[in-house]
């Protein structure tokens, strides 16, 4: 990761720790889920910055524009409804309006984002291996370790503009068949699974080290889904293809 990365990626954790803490402060009952979505608002953001662009200045802007970690709190804070029951009967209809008007206005690009059709299919367009220079910038190298196992990204087309990466990749991950097979003629078949979710476009594959040493440098691999699952289906674009580099 180069130095801008460094700094993007210490700037994020410490803004999702002073939001982690905030919520905390009062017992968020969603805590995990703004979570989440703030992290893929920030990737977003991070995400659609040209290389000239990722300066410190322009990192440090984006976390301004976020707001106060501590803004989510105080907007959320079971206190406010508390307060609302106490409201006289006849302006408690204005006093709910007026809660849900101001946390909409704050929170609506990141909290409660467009009610979307959900993916039924996606579909690999691109295969490569995750530490090379093919992956994009915002994907920290040291975000998988360097082992024995074979670590892949495969980029899908499939994307809902205005929609969080996890709300709208969630429900396909949770439903679809995780595992792949590697084929190539007259060689074994090397089986790998999807694991640990994605980055925005990008889906991280593990090939365990038991079926990566299977996969003879120089040979041009094939990618096939089981795809047990009938209803959520990832499907493979004609000639992609992964090769693993001689050494």
Not at 64 to 87: C, F, I, K
Not at 154 to 162: A, M, Q
Not at 193 to 207: D, K, L, P, T, V
Request: proline share 6%; with cysteine.
């Amino acid at each position: 990761m180069n130095t801008q990365g460094k700094h993007w990626s210490n700037l994020k954790s410490e803004y999702l720790k002073k939001v982690e803490k905030a919520l905390s402060s009062v017992r968020h009952p969603q805590m995990a889920e703004v979570l989440e979505d703030v992290q893929s608002h920030l990737d977003q953001r991070f995400g659609e910055l040209e290389s000239d662009e990722q300066t410190r200045k322009r990192f440090e802007e984006i976390i301004t524009e976020m707001g106060p970690a501590s803004d989510y709190a105080e907007l959320l804070e079971p206190a406010v409804a508390a307060s609302v029951q106490h409201v006289k009967s006849k302006h408690f209809l204005w006093a709910s309006i007026a809660v849900v008007i101001i946390t909409a206005v704050i929170l609506l690009p990141i909290v409660i984002s467009p009610k979307v059709k959900e993916h039924k299919h996606l579909t690999i367009s691109r295969v490569y291996w995750f530490h090379s220079d093919e992956r994009p910038s915002s994907i920290p190298d040291d975000a998988v370790p360097k082992n024995d196992d074979g670590h892949m990204l495969f980029h899908v087309d499939e994307w809902f503009e205005e929609v969080g990466t996890a709300k709208q990749y969630r429900p396909f991950l949770n439903q679809a068949d995780e595992r792949f097979v590697l084929k190539a003629d007259g060689h074994p078949y090397v089986h790998a699974n999807a694991e640990r979710g994605c980055w925005s476009q990008e889906f991280y594959i593990r090939i365990p080290k038991s079926e990566y040493v299977k996969i003879e440098a120089g040979v041009m691999y094939t990618i096939h889904p089981v795809n047990s699952n009938l209803k959520y289906q990832w499907k493979v674009a004609p000639g992609v293809i992964i090769c693993k580099p001689n050494q």
